[in-house]
């Protein structure tokens, strides 16, 4: 099993910068694709980035791509997700997220991860 602890999240103002971390603990080695997705309070999920661990392709929502950066170490342990241009819509708890399949094998926006960490909330205000 793969356990999931994010950190980095806060409170900022519009325009300004986060960045969230993810570490995975356990059998990371059987980890594929690992991303982010948000979820805002009487809101749907949202899928916002997510990564191959073949170092290949690197998928975003388009409300998200030029402002946000997603990256994983080589041994698949940490996750980061940098942001910046925050604007008050990003505001939601963060979660990170974790397959044995790659990304390519499903929809990573809208299907189940296997595994998905606590959560860490970002607010942004105007």
């Known amino acids: 099993q793969v356990q999931l602890v994010e950190s980095g999240g806060g409170s900022v103002q519009a325009g300004e910068s986060l960045r969230l971390s993810c570490t995975a603990y356990?059998?990371?080695?059987?980890?594929?694709?690992m991303g982010w997705f948000r979820q805002a309070p009487g809101k749907e999920r949202e899928g916002v980035a997510y990564v191959d661990a073949s170092g290949g392709p690197r998928y975003y929502v388009d409300s998200v791509k030029g402002r946000f950066t997603i990256s994983q170490d080589n041994a698949k342990t940490t996750l980061t997700l940098q942001m910046n241009s925050l604007k008050p819509e990003d505001t939601a708890m963060y979660y990170c997220a974790a397959d044995y399949r790659h990304c390519s094998w499903f929809d990573p926006f809208n299907e189940d991860f296997r595994t998905r960490g606590q959560g860490t909330q970002v607010t942004v205000s105007s």
């Open positions: 356990g059998y990371t080695y059987t980890v594929n694709c």
